[in-house]
């Protein structure tokens, strides 16, 4: 049973920079998940930022490409998120994810649906004024 917990949540000031972290448990084989970021602002649909496959390959939204960065520490236990020069619309709650790769979702990218990725952290608040 595969467990995600962020941290590193917070307040930052417009065009300030925060980092996210994410320990991931409970997998034996890393090569068989997708794993990134998504994010949720109440009464808006969750929303991808970005993903990470196995070997390092990196994809993200539109909106946050050149500002934020996905990367893995070499032990493939950890997630991080950088979140450089970062805008008001940035707030949101940032939730970890996991989701197979199969037959159904073969591509591991930042514009996979949420319903693809079956295992979620409980979320960090990031809100940027």
């Known amino acids: 049973h595969v467990q995600l917990v962020e941290s590193g949540g917070g307040s930052v000031a417009t065009g300030g920079s925060l980092s996210l972290s994410c320990v991931a448990s409970?997998?034996?084989?890393?090569?068989?998940?997708?794993m990134g970021w998504f994010r949720q602002v109440p009464g808006k649909e969750r929303e991808g930022v970005g993903t990470?496959?196995?070997?390092?390959?990196?994809d993200y939204a539109e909106l946050v490409k050149g500002r934020f960065s996905i990367s893995e520490d070499k032990a493939k236990t950890t997630l991080f998120l950088q979140m450089n020069s970062l805008k008001p619309e940035d707030t949101a709650m940032y939730y970890c994810?996991?989701?197979?790769?199969?037959?159904?979702?073969?591509?591991?990218?930042?514009?996979?649906?949420?319903?693809?990725?079956?295992?979620w952290g409980q979320g960090t608040q990031v809100t940027v004024s």
């Open positions: 994810v996991a989701g197979y790769l199969s037959h159904a979702y073969r591509r591991c990218t930042s514009d996979r649906v949420a319903s693809s990725f079956g295992y």
């Open positions: 409970g997998y034996t084989n890393r090569a068989e998940f997708c």
């Open positions: 990470i496959d196995s070997d390092g390959i990196t």
